[in-house]
């Protein structure tokens, strides 16, 4: 069965720190992977997404992650955090063939100033 | 070009009543999902219409339904609510073609059942 798994619950970083939340999934072929973010009481927004191809992707934000199929992760990063990065982040997998989404249980991000 | 609207944002209902969600895609999507999110399950997926055809289903019981209309509007229904129905229920557009499984998520309806 598919799934996604986000390790940790809770990250607090300091503005200007780098950032990495995990993110490990589960799935019998090359899924398709996104991760968006949610800031409180609202819905939520794309960061990025890998289909196939360059297994670095760019995303809005500044946001950048890298598929890496060996460890069937997807980690999301950020060079320099800033305090407006703090919000809930989810990674996604979609099944091909299908359009629903398996989401992992997400990180809070918290920044310190 | 508009993103997807949900309506009404926030609603308090009572155990036993019903309630439905509206949900407007973004302007050429025919494509409309369900999830419901609560801080016990996180995101869950509830169905997918396409076409005004529901196309997949999740795993919830049959007091939760759905339809759409020819214009791609979609509403879902909850009967018989319980208190665990308390969550946001986000609703979410995609194109037909192209990068057809990036789905765009409308703000959500906060339903409250006391």
């Known amino acids: 069965a598919q799934s996604v798994t986000q390790p940790d619950i809770h990250i607090t970083v300091s503005e200007g720190a780098s950032l990495e939340l995990r993110c490990n999934y589960s799935?019998?072929?090359?899924?398709?992977l996104f991760w968006y973010v949610q800031s409180p009481g609202q819905g939520l927004q794309l960061l990025l997404k890998y289909f196939s191809g360059d297994t670095l992707v760019q995303g809005i934000k500044g946001f950048e992650a890298e598929f890496k199929r060996s460890q069937s992760s997807f980690n999301l990063r950020k060079p320099s955090v800033h305090w407006s990065d703090a919000a809930e982040y989810f990674c996604?997998?979609?099944?091909?063939?299908?359009?629903?989404?398996?989401f992992g249980t997400g990180t809070r991000l918290k920044v310190l100033a | 070009k508009a993103g997807v609207t949900q309506t009404p944002r926030y609603l308090i209902k009572t155990r036993g009543q019903q309630v439905t969600l509206s949900c407007s895609p973004i302007s050429g999507h025919r494509s409309v999902s369900w999830y419901q999110q609560t801080p016990g399950q996180g995101l869950q997926f509830l169905f997918e219409y396409f076409s005004e055809t529901q196309r997949n289903k999740g795993n919830f019981p049959g007091r939760f339904s759905g339809r759409q209309f020819s214009n791609s509007r979609s509403e879902m229904n909850v009967s018989t609510l319980e208190l665990g129905d308390s969550a946001l229920y986000l609703c979410?557009?995609?194109?037909?073609?192209?990068?057809?499984?990036?789905?765009?998520f409308g703000p959500g309806t906060r339903l409250t059942v006391t």
């Open positions: 799935y019998g072929a090359t899924p398709y």
């Open positions: 979410a557009s995609r194109p037909s073609t192209g990068v057809a499984y990036e789905q765009y």
């Open positions: 996604a997998v979609g099944a091909r063939g299908t359009y629903k989404y398996i």
